[in-house]
């Protein structure tokens, strides 16, 4: 089942993508350029859940099998590195929120700020350039103009990265940390499995996360009490 949701939701992203950049008309009156720029929005966000899940060994029993999926929905999300990713992932469930967490902006918990610092630790040179290149490879795809790439892929990548901070990393982390959010200092969103699913995935429900990181993405609503 996991290999089989992670596959989808790289397919989906793709096959997405590609009927936007081909077939949505880019115009500010065209309601339908809105919808499909959020739809691949989230589905950008959706990779990143597939790589984090592979991070937990969630996509399969299989060591290899969890790795090659993360490489691949990592680097298609923003050219990122599975392998530092996986690494800093680790040292933010042994220190959540604390100073040993490299997700975890202690000195200031102003959005903006902190959103600059996480940033600024995971953006790389090598991502830049590989951002630049997939987005000109885009460009070679006849009837694919700039304005199209930027709006269906680029955009998307950016929304989907405010996402994933903002729900995932920002909220449920900052302070004050109480004493409901328990030994990981993290908060859960009140149960709503709707909202939840459209928020971030169910990576809302981020205490259920932290509890049990062997629990996938599509199951962690059923630790919701």
Not at 12 to 37: D, F, K, Q, R
Not at 51 to 64: I, Q, R
Not at 168 to 174: C, M, N, R, S
Not at 202 to 217: A, D, L, M, S
Request: proline content about 3%; hydrophobic content about 50%; overall charge positive.
């Amino acid at each position: 089942m996991g290999l089989f949701i992670s596959v989808s939701v790289i397919l989906i992203w793709a096959l997405h993508l590609v009927y936007a950049l081909l077939n949505v008309e880019v115009s500010a009156g065209n309601p339908w350029m809105y919808v499909h720029i959020l739809i691949q929005s989230y589905l950008f966000t959706g990779l990143f859940i597939t790589a984090h899940d592979a991070m937990h060994g969630n996509v399969s029993s299989k060591k290899w099998v969890n790795t090659v999926i993360g490489y691949i929905a990592s680097f298609l999300f923003a050219g990122m590195y599975y392998k530092r990713l996986r690494k800093n992932h680790g040292l933010h469930h042994k220190h959540a929120a604390s100073d040993g967490d490299p997700d975890f902006f202690v000195r200031s918990q102003n959005y903006f700020r902190w959103l600059g610092i996480f940033l600024w630790r995971y953006v790389t040179v090598i991502q830049i350039v590989f951002m630049a290149v997939f987005f000109n490879l885009l460009l070679l795809i006849p009837g694919v103009s700039e304005i199209n790439a930027l709006l269906y892929w680029a955009l998307p990548a950016i929304l989907g990265t405010l996402q994933l901070f903002t729900v995932g990393i920002y909220w449920v982390h900052k302070l004050p940390h109480t004493e409901e959010m328990g030994q990981h200092r993290a908060r859960t969103q009140i149960k709503n499995h709707l909202w939840a699913m459209l928020s971030c995935y169910f990576f809302g429900y981020h205490r259920e996360h932290h509890n049990n990181p062997k629990i996938p993405w599509w199951e962690l609503h059923k630790t919701k009490s």
